[in-house]
């Protein structure tokens, strides 16, 4: 019938009318969905961006401190009129400046790389220079060292890093082999003992130590120094070898070393040399 007809035409009139507006709405929602994502990726770029810049900016930090505390000074010298002297390895980088060994302290008695900082100046006097260690191992930078040294008219000497583990004989004929012959004026050999290696006893550790220091003695005419920190030279050592030989003590941040009987003491591994790259160890004779 015609006026049925209408009315069903106007409900889907109606009902079209109505579901229009909620097609908009998707797709407004979808388009606000998008941008936001979009905000939330752009957003997180900048604050990448932001902890990168702060990462960096810590690590140049932290090396402009390190490299300006390298640079600039060093440990404190202990009181007294010494006669300073470095001791080297390969593990020292850089290129040594061998005619310019000077150990300068500032007003407060910090060691100084740059005269304009000094206060005090004075030569290096001496060189303790590795040669090996163990049974095999001979240090790759000792024979440019000890020549260089030796050219540069510094008082030189060698030592060995001994390995309690290995046999003390076998250790000094690796260290006989690696220095070759002494000159006239050069220091005594040195035997460096820090460690005692699993399964080996303190008995051991000084038979093997006591080994050394003979054989190196028949070879070269010349009594060894032994050299070791304050407590490990205590509480290590037989009462032969510190009794018998030098003892060259390393004890550090003290006026004065605790080990009574010592010829030579490290008082330092962070000291400040002009002519040194880097840290090194400063050591001292007792006058």
Known sequence: MPTGTRKKTTARKQTT??????????????????????????????MLGLAAAIVLALVFLLVRKSG????????????????YGIDISHNNQ?????????????????????PRMARDIRPVGFVFIKASEGASMKDPDFR???????????????????????????????????????????????????????GCTKKLLNERALKWLKTVEAHYGVRPVVYASATFAKDNLCDEIRNDYEIWVAHYGKDRPSYEG????????????????GFVDINVVKP
């Open 17 to 46: 009318s109505r579901k229009k507006p909620a097609s908009r709405k998707r797709k407004t929602a979808g388009k606000k969905s998008s941008v936001r994502k979009l905000r939330i990726k752009l957003g997180t770029w900048p």
């Open 68 to 83: 300006a505390q390298d640079a600039g000074t060093g440990a404190r010298v202990p009181p007294g009129a010494w006669k």
């Open 94 to 114: 850089g290129r040594i400046v061998w005619d310019s060994l000077f150990v300068m302290t500032d007003s407060r008695g910090r060691t100084v790389r740059e």
């Open 144 to 198: 440019e060292n000890w020549k260089s040294a030796r050219r540069s008219g510094i008082r030189r000497g060698a030592y060995h890093f001994f390995r309690s583990s290995k046999d003390g004989a076998e250790q000094a004929r690796n260290f006989i082999s690696a220095v070759g012959p002494l000159a006239a004026g050069d220091l005594p050999p040195v035997l460096d003992i820090e460690t005692i290696h699993r």
């Open 262 to 277: 010592w010829t030579w003491w490290q008082f330092t591994d962070k000291g400040v040399v002009h002519g040194v790259p």
